[in-house]
């Protein structure tokens, strides 16, 4: 009950076009789901999050799908850069707490 | 504002041995949780602590073991060293606990089991 499935493991999109990545969780307990962004060598570094009572988030090129009833969110990057190429993780983190429960990465790389 | 620090960077042990890893949380951070990531396991949660209490443990054995010092620096220790436990470990501090969206990761410590 406390995994987090996440897919694809790994994607390439060209230069411009949009990057999707789905995760779905089982913990009914999760009420925060935050996207990580990570280059090699480097730790996670948050990328944009969502709470349970919208349903999506927008951030720059970045945006957040959630569906609540389908306990599954998703990560849009739109107009995907090759800057953007790197490891994605999606999270789950129950209310009052830190812990975080990743999902398994999905290696973007984005092509001229 | 600096940002998380952890040492040492890379370190190289043996099996067998045991390998203490610290992890300086951003200032005025009191909350301090670890995490391994591994190519097979990935990221996983270790423990969370604050106010050096410990307020939450994954599933590791008990080789794994930490604690918080009052300055709210962390310190992990693994013991027995196996060639598994080879990996990024990984610190992040918040404010407080609950605040997820003001937690941070630091670089990591490489570690590699010889």
Known sequence: QQQVKQSPQSLIVQKGGISIINCAYENTAFDYFPWYQQFPGKGPALLIAIRPDVS????????????????????????????????????????????????????????? | KAGVTQT????????????????????????????????????????EYFSETQRNKGNFPGRFSGRQFSNSRSEMN??????????????ASSPQPGQQETQYFGPGTRLLVL
Request: aromatic residues 10%; charged residues 15%.
């Open chain 1, 56 to 112: 999506e988030k927008k951030e720059g090129r970045f945006t957040i799908s959630f569906n609540k009833s389908a306990k599954q969110f998703s990560l849009h990057i739109m107009d995907s850069q090759p800057g953007d190429s790197a490891t994605y993780f999606c999270a789950a983190s129950p209310t009052g707490g830190n812990k975080l429960t990743f999902g398994t990465g999905t290696q973007l790389k984005v092509e001229l």
């Open chain 2, 8 to 47: 040492p960077r890379y370190l190289i042990k043996t099996r067998g041995q045991q390998v203490t890893l610290s992890c300086s949380p951003i200032s005025g951070h009191r909350s301090v949780s670890w995490y391994q990531q591994t190519p097979g396991q990935g990221l996983q949660f270790l423990f």
């Open chain 2, 78 to 91: 693994v013991s027995t060293l196996e060639l598994g436990d080879s990996a990024l470990y990984l610190c």
